[in-house]
């Protein structure tokens, strides 16, 4: 039986007082397996960037980005378990979403890591228009008149719990707990594995996109806050060692890391041992169907950790339901709610 | 008007008669611009794996690896020009594939280069019947029982040009002069750019698979001849930087380097340029337009360079016809000598 | 006028009760700047591997590596101040050290990064011999005869303060608030400058090794517990964006990242600032100098990142004495300090 | 009994006619095994840069940069066969060297490869007054006032032999066949290992830097014309896979591949082959000695594959004579010819 439970960030707190870390945060609420979660995310810049003339290096504190709903202590959740978060819905809150360039961050920019003596590419904001009914993000060029309305495609940029070893990380990061993925994957429909290292799971997620681009190349998707319905669940004592997801059509592994290789080799690795497990299939078997099924789109090379999909179509691999079939089951569950 | 020229090559020819490098080979015929050019090519082994038996480190010579039909001297290319090749049809030739793993090759193995003191996995082969008139590949399992029909998707792994600086590279490898790029995008369909580095341009292709995974993950596809019919042309005075491809619904960019994120940085600035150029945005509005609709499907993680593509659909390209339109001209071009 | 301050840990502690993170832990001393620091940590296993017949695997907890000792509360250190260490004395404290090989750990292995399905190096334990008096280590092979003495060169692995973002990071991550860097250049002698992220600094140090190799190549250097005494000082207002060393013939930058072309990358983009700082040269003037004049000894390719060092004699930099020439003050007060 | 053979390339010859690849030209003289090859070589821009006010961009052809002296025919070289350089003399032609940073080129600006849409560094030359006698390389500063005398060290950038697969490679690139490695320790007293690929070897060589800092940081070094003695022998019938030095007090093994840290592990899994078959260790015992001995001093970061070199202290290999003590016996031949 499914509960409901909805949680209600205070709209008027200081960007101060959100959480920026997966681990050493305090649970915001308690909630138990089998909850519908109804909640909602800031952007990643808490709001602050609202005009093409709103710069983040100005309106922001670098200390205080990509805010986070959470974290939620999972009831009965412990380490060695798996919690599982099916997203029932992900609606933009707003009738924009911004983008912008930042100084030092982005693919095709140095940054403080890829360290070099060149000069920053220019700071910039563009303003979307979200359009929910039409399905719609618009587009506008700053410095000519180039206007395209794209597909709206809401996603959430970070998800995931709190690290294992006592670590807490930045919201900016992605890890084997998940965090800041930034796989467009990520959508309403989808059902994300996460392994839990801590009691409660201390799960947390933000980083509405109202769409994103593979790689997230300059760094800034259309940023946008987002009215989020997830339902949870947990699997006692089924480990789950990087964040997978599924869909009705594909199972997912993912990887991050640097280089962008070992994110790859992460995700690829995963996905080999998890189809040798479901078809009962040699490891050599799986690495043979896994290499001529794959598909490999790449979620972010911007983050801290740069982040890879393997994803395979489940038409290629007869008869896998993974984790018991609860992908199913939620589905089921989140459109009987939705019916409601 | 547009001619036609078969180039048989021999099938009884032993391997080490055939080209294993882009330069450093003499052309084997000389071509026009406007030339349906029609061939085949050898599977990567030179047809030496054959059954489940056979192991590619007993039956092949290693000097002798992806054998290419060409080069090809086309009359008028000179550095600064670029190759226009149109893939009119990708037809394997036999009722059979071939995949196998290799002794340190693969992503998920070390290798020569990721040198580690690891004993090498298993070196294995498998045999895929291809059924063309079903358009299916057919995966049977070493060790169990498990058949899967996979969808038949012939591509070419390798097509290129001579490299520029006087060099000769392997055919085993990618790079901005095309090479072993391995990625699925090359299929029938598809117009492929390259950039001409040496007068003549001296193409020529190789390495049919009868399907990919994006990554080619353990290094080998469903390797297979093909005969295979590619529409050439030349476009003057127009340099390409990197391989750039196009179909009726999207434009590409490739990158090949190590380690992953600079293939991927190269195909997404190229493509920031390209859109820039083809839209007259600002460098700053095509690197956001594109960072917002780019699919980043990895090509291969295996070669000697890493290959990434940076795609994104023409529909969110308002107008954008490359390169003249010339794609739309070959696609009808083609359509003609078929129905011929 | 410097202090001292001795402290002492319970040698009989469980591992639990350890502190394993950089951020995240209460400070178990206060100190004032100036003050003499004595005591000891333990070595990375906690003790446990004592004879070649300890496995790592099987006598070692994974959640309890590399424990620090600390973490102390420097008096008057915040943000944007610079802590200095200088390290007056680093001495084994047994007679023995240990090193192994560890599943899946080390550079010439694959891992879980750098995932690879081949089957793990054998685990193996060496025990060397250490004499004090002698300066000697005692290398003895395990499958055959061989022993050979090397220097004792004892250095710490590990030191750091708190991280910045209300992060905590594990002590097997090196990063720009130190940690575990593995540099053999961290010996008797040195002063390190570490940039100051939280109030207090919370510094913490430990994994001594009685000499590594560069690059710390298998991952476990000749670990072993060390009685160590450090001169502890701050610099108000001046903030340091990556640790550096300082000795009487170098200076020296780190970097932490991966790949390792990054950390080579971040090394000497901050030894060209600082070069660029204290000589007044303009930028593309001392990139020009630190080009032709430093050394880049690799400091680890085995941690979660790995660390390089930009190292120029100060014989190349004529009349630099950074951060106002307290690296010379503190040796001073050393030396009268071991002369007490 | 040792031969003499002097080869005097034509000062006057256009750049053009220079040897720009390993690989792919044909030789221009042969010798015997134990002949003393005297010859010079041109400084890496043809001598095109000579003034402080002469760009590389501007004077210098791109296709004609990195000219080698060579190739020479080593008689009765065949692949397996390994060929020994010894360095018997390399003294600088000129009474100055040149050094610049060059757009988009070097290690701490973005690059074809490390692709980003900032704007280049500026172009700039440094020339170098060099004092054979004094033993000294003078700096100056371009913005102000600095001039620092820093230690002659002369050295090779560029030394190899014609690559394996039949490829033809631009010297602007090291790899297994040596090449671009730019590395300090190629510097007279030194002798270099190099594996054979194709018959003759071909070796040639050249990029004479009066000295330069580990990684080559800007992409160039102090650049000269060389005098160059080398003593030519060939080992038949041992392989060696990648390059490899030798001096009286160190063995050493080169990598070169991206990321840095694959050139590494290349260099280091070399060295544990090399110590395990000299010392009769087994491969574990010898990942261990080489771990806590090996220095890891970067070559290059800057060419088209990074360079790596792991150096282990002979005094740390008891008895080790590698090839057969062939380096003590080219050592005491260059030291009667030089009394000669």
């Given at each position: ?177 998940g965090g800041n993925m ?42 946008t806050a987002m009215d ?113």
């Amino acid at each position: 039986m499914a509960s409901f439970f909805e949680y209600a960030p205070d709209p008027d707190a200081p960007a101060s007082q959100l959480v920026y870390t997966f681990g050493g945060a305090e649970p915001v609420a308690q909630i138990a397996p089998g909850t519908f979660l109804s909640t909602w995310t800031r952007d990643c810049f808490n709001g602050a960037v609202r005009t093409v003339d709103d710069l983040p290096t100005q309106v922001t504190d670098p200390r205080y980005l990509n805010p986070q709903t959470g974290p939620f202590y999972v009831e009965g959740a412990e380490p060695g378990d798996t919690l599982v978060v099916h997203f029932v819905s992900i609606t933009p809150r707003e009738s924009w979403g911004v983008s912008t360039t930042v100084p030092f961050f982005g693919a095709l920019t140095s940054t403080p890591r890829t360290a070099t003596l060149q000069a920053a590419l220019g700071e910039r904001t563009w303003i979307y228009g979200i359009d929910r009914a039409a399905g719609v993000v618009r587009y506008e060029a700053r410095d000519s008149d180039l206007v395209v309305e794209l597909p709206l495609d809401p996603m959430h940029g970070t998800v995931g719990v709190a690290p294992p070893l006592g670590e807490a990380r930045s919201s900016l990061t992605p890890g084997s707990w998940g965090g800041n993925m930034d796989t467009p994957e990520m959508r309403a429909g989808a059902t994300c594995y996460l392994g839990v290292n801590v009691e409660g799971a201390l799960f947390s997620f933000g980083d509405g996109h109202a769409r994103q681009g593979e790689g997230e190349t300059c760094g800034v998707a259309v940023e946008t806050a987002m009215d989020t319905v997830v339902l949870i669940d947990l699997i006692k004592g089924v480990p789950t060692p990087w964040p997978r997801l599924e869909t009705d059509e594909y199972v997912m592994s993912t990887g991050s890391a640097r280089p962008l290789e070992d994110a790859f080799r992460i995700s690829q690795a995963d996905m080999v041992g998890w189809v040798a497990a479901e078809l009962q299939l040699s490891i050599l078997d799986a690495y043979q169907l896994v290499s001529q099924t794959s598909l490999a789109p790449i979620a972010n090379v911007v983050d801290n950790d740069y982040t890879c999909v393997a994803k395979v179509a489940k038409a290629h691999l007869p008869g896998v339901e993974p984790y018991g079939g609860i992908h199913a089951r939620l589905r089921a569950a989140a459109a009987v709610w939705k019916r409601r």
